[in-house]
């Protein structure tokens, strides 16, 4: 009997080392060093980008088609985070805001943001019930909106600049420029070419980043030469799934693309890509 009862002390002594030695090396693993990271998650053929802040601060820009986000997450943020600072809905289409309903179940969010547009689905109603349950701050995304997201980074809302529930959804789809130090990011959910040329008309000069999420999944009606000639990005990210039945990413985006000398990363073809900012330099992970 005293055989066994070391044996169940040294076994609780194993487990209490081992749970020093986790947490330890988890607080070492979130030393984030004063980088941004932005995390482009292959969830098929839809949009779902993780943003988390040099201070550890997290958001999700769209949530794709379906619960395959919180796989995704788990795979970016330790087990114990259960808290998501904010969630961004570019359009209330179903491949951009449908994951969201699962994460408002599995996570702590303290903000949903929207471009003001109303989704027709079934869905959408049920994302609405679930915001109402979890005591969201709820805001309408408007230009000149500045999203402090800690550690020197920000969100700065191009678009909508004015009351959008009228709009398809494509139309009213936020736009947004991530800005870290010297680095910055243009983040377009489905946006068309026709207000991708409204923002060029408005002020081009602040189109101007290093990183281009391509609108609508690499479709021909967005990404047009005005754009790409402002925002001059070196790399450009295509959300997309494989041999998805839209034809996306469309072969004249792809060709204007090249024509522009960007660098083009796919979900469809690479998976979850994954980039990281000092400030100064981006590096794809």
């Known amino acids: 009997m005293q055989k066994?009862?070391?044996?169940?002390?040294?076994c609780i002594l194993g487990i209490?080392?081992?749970?020093?030695?986790?947490?330890?090396?988890?607080?070492?693993?979130?030393?984030?060093?004063?980088?941004?990271?932005?995390?482009?998650?292959?969830?098929?053929?839809?949009?779902?980008?993780?943003?988390?802040?040099?201070s550890g601060n997290q958001i999700l820009v769209d949530g794709g088609p379906d619960k395959s986000v919180l796989r995704q997450l788990g795979k970016v943020m330790p087990f114990y985070d259960r808290k998501i600072d904010a969630l961004f809905v570019t359009n209330p289409d179903k491949d951009h805001f449908a994951g969201f309903i699962d994460v408002l179940r599995s996570y702590k969010v303290a903000a949903v943001i929207e471009p003001g547009t109303?989704?027709?689905?079934?869905?959408?109603?049920?994302?609405?019930?679930?915001?109402?349950?979890?005591d969201?701050?709820?805001?309408?995304?408007?230009?000149?909106?500045?999203?402090?997201?800690?550690?020197?980074?920000?969100?700065?809302?191009?678009?909508?600049?004015?009351?959008?529930?009228?709009?398809?959804?494509?139309?009213?789809?936020?736009?947004?420029?991530?800005?870290?130090?010297?680095t910055a990011f243009l983040l377009t959910g489905d946006a068309p070419k026709g207000i991708e040329n409204y923002l060029v008309d408005l002020d081009g000069k602040n189109l101007d980043v290093d990183v281009l999420?391509?609108?609508?999944?690499?479709?021909?009606?967005?990404?047009?030469?005005?754009?790409?000639?402002?925002?001059?990005?070196?790399?450009?990210?295509?959300?997309?799934?494989?041999?998805?039945?839209?034809?996306?990413?469309?072969?004249?985006?792809?060709a204007r693309l090249k024509r522009f000398e960007v660098e083009i990363y796919r979900t469809d073809q690479l998976g979850t890509i994954i980039m990281e900012s000092d400030g100064e330099n981006i590096r794809v992970k």
């Not at 030695?21 to 969830?43: M, N, Q």
């Not at 021909?220 to 790409?228: I, M, Q």
């Open 4 to 10: 066994i009862r070391n044996n169940f002390h040294f």
């Open 16 to 54: 209490l080392f081992a749970t020093v030695i986790l947490v330890w090396y988890s607080v070492l693993k979130e030393d984030r060093a004063g980088k941004l990271t932005i995390a482009f998650f292959d969830v098929g053929q839809g949009d779902a980008i993780f943003i988390e802040s040099p």
């Open 118 to 134: 109303k989704g027709a689905s079934a869905e959408y109603k049920v994302f609405e019930e679930e915001i109402r349950k979890e």
């Open 136 to 182: 969201a701050k709820h805001i309408i995304a408007r230009r000149g909106q500045e999203i402090a997201l800690g550690g020197g980074a920000f969100l700065q809302i191009l678009f909508p600049d004015r009351d959008v529930s009228g709009l398809a959804t494509n139309d009213g789809s936020i736009v947004a420029k991530l800005i870290y130090g010297n």
């Open 213 to 254: 999420k391509v609108g609508h999944h690499g479709s021909k009606t967005s990404t047009g030469d005005s754009l790409l000639g402002y925002a001059s990005p070196a790399m450009a990210v295509i959300s997309s799934g494989k041999n998805n039945r839209y034809g996306h990413p469309n072969e004249e985006t792809l």
